[in-house]
């Protein structure tokens, strides 16, 4: 028998262009569940933009039903012996300001050696331990010397290479005129140091001090001191430069002693609270595009069989409807308090394309004005009541995720998601049904070639034994 390996070449028929055209047309079954597919995966997307736009705004309005949002405060004024920064719990007002004394850590001098490379110590074949304590410091800095570690350089790098709160320099003063200079790293009356030598009577004579009388072989190049400021006339002290306990919310940095007496003047964060409002207008306007463009309609000549290909993917759709109807409700709700609309902040919206606008001088007059009534009109109670509470409150609905109380949006993408995976199943439904259809095809169009084969070589051989035998009965 002969093997057949493309459909036609046994009968000469053009089987291969007919199965391939069965093939086609078996497959604009699956177009329909494709177009399908594609149009939901489109809505599915254009969910995502809207979700995404929800979630900066919620961001937004969750920001400005904050209390601490509005208790912002900034330092309005310029000072000269200090600085300072504030958080939300700083009190607005002035207070007099006078630094009297900044805060220093203690810096101890040795006296002079003819080297840095003699040993200072006694030569006992043993070691001996120097001990640095300072009374802010729980662990005194305790280091052990050999012999040769007795000269200036042996002492300084091992208090160094000990880590501890001092550090040891050699000054060289001159060619023959070498001094070990101890300094605390930290600030305050309570870094003094006192420095014992025990095992090494000689080396304790000549670096031993103490900082309880005041007595040894180093001298005092810097006194340990507290800073030392007056707020409003009460005396504050501390141990270091940076203080943030002295005002509640604000933080200061000594820089140095008064000249004269200086104003902090603490105030409202305007410029803050503007940005706030500002960056809610921003995530609230750019809803607003993302809903138009996913909703638009382009219209199309009377009589057309089929809609834009240029419309939104939701356009329609009554979920957008409801998002765009609720805030539209919340924004037109009037709060109780001196301001009961947006418009009296000086935020507005222009009718025919919804997108909000800010003016800046009204905006700016209300929070400086009346910043307290700006509060309750965003904030209101924290709860129920306020505008943007009562936005973020709806928002996280719209956005919520929780089993048994899913928002909108979350529903709507569950929706989509179950008709996608419907829409897979027709899918691999239909593919295997045209699959078998087609195979059912090529098995019918292998069985007619081959026939068609056979028929052939039959005629052919027929027609062979008529002419021979013809041509015998004229010869004979």
């Given at each position: ?27 604009t079954k699956l177009t329909t569940i494709t177009d399908q597919q594609t149009k939901y995966q489109s809505q ?253 309609y382009v219209a199309v000549d009377v009589g057309a069989d089929s809609q834009s290909t240029q419309n939104g ?151 062979s034994q008529f002419s021979s035998s013809s041509s015998s009965s004229s010869s004979s």
């Amino acid at each position: 028998m002969t093997t057949i390996s493309n459909l036609g070449v046994g009968s000469g028929l053009d089987l291969s262009t007919l199965y391939d055209n069965l093939q086609a047309a078996e497959e604009t079954k699956l177009t329909t569940i494709t177009d399908q597919q594609t149009k939901y995966q489109s809505q599915l997307s254009a969910y995502g933009k809207i979700q995404s736009a929800l979630t900066s705004l919620q961001t937004a309005s969750a920001a400005l039903a904050k209390s601490s949002t509005w208790n912002s405060t900034s330092v309005s004024s310029t000072n000269t012996a200090f600085s300072a920064t504030t958080t939300s719990d700083a009190t607005v007002g002035n207070y007099t300001m006078n630094v009297q004394q900044l805060a220093k850590g203690q810096v101890l001098m040795s006296g002079s050696f003819s080297s840095n490379s003699t040993q200072l110590g006694g030569t006992t074949g043993t070691t001996r331990t120097l001990t640095i304590t300072q009374a802010d410091t729980e662990t005194p800095l305790t280091v052990t010397l050999s012999d040769s570690d007795t000269t200036l350089t042996g002492i300084a790098s091992a208090i160094n290479k000990a880590n501890g709160n001092v550090t040891a320099t050699i000054v060289k003063a001159n060619d023959g005129d070498y001094r070990l200079m101890l300094s605390s790293k930290t600030t305050g009356a309570d870094s003094a140091m006192t420095v014992a030598v025990t095992g090494d009577d000689t080396l304790q004579a000549a670096i031993g001090y103490d900082s309880s009388t005041s007595s040894g072989a180093l001298s005092v190049q810097t006194t340990a001191q507290d800073a030392i400021v007056t707020v409003n006339g009460v005396s504050v002290q501390r141990d270091s430069n940076t203080i943030s306990d002295a005002l509640p919310g604000v933080t200061l940095t000594l820089n140095s002693v008064s000249s004269s007496d200086e104003t902090l003047t603490v105030a409202r964060a305007t410029d803050s609270n503007k940005t706030a409002i500002n960056n809610w207008v921003t995530a609230y306007n750019s809803l607003q595009t993302t809903l138009a463009s996913v909703t638009k309609y382009v219209a199309v000549d009377v009589g057309a069989d089929s809609q834009s290909t240029q419309n939104g993917a939701l356009v329609g759709d009554s979920n957008v409807r409801t998002i765009q109807t609720q805030l539209r409700n919340l924004l037109s709700t009037a709060q109780s308090g001196t301001y009961a609309i947006m418009a009296q902040l000086g935020v507005t919206q222009d009718p025919s394309t919804g997108q909000l606008e800010v003016d800046d001088d009204k905006l700016t007059s209300a929070l400086s004005s009346n910043p307290d009534a700006v509060t309750s009109y965003f904030v209101g109670d924290g709860s129920t009541t306020g505008f943007a509470t009562q936005m973020n409150n709806t928002l996280t609905s719209m956005l919520s995720t929780t089993t048994g109380s899913t928002g909108i949006i979350q529903n709507a993408e569950d929706s989509i998601n179950n008709i996608l995976s419907t829409l897979s199943d027709r899918y691999d439904s239909m593919q295997a049904t045209i699959d078998a259809t087609m195979a059912r095809y090529k098995a019918q169009f292998t069985a007619l070639d081959t026939l068609m084969s056979q028929l052939n070589a039959t005629s052919s051989y027929l027609t062979s034994q008529f002419s021979s035998s013809s041509s015998s009965s004229s010869s004979s």
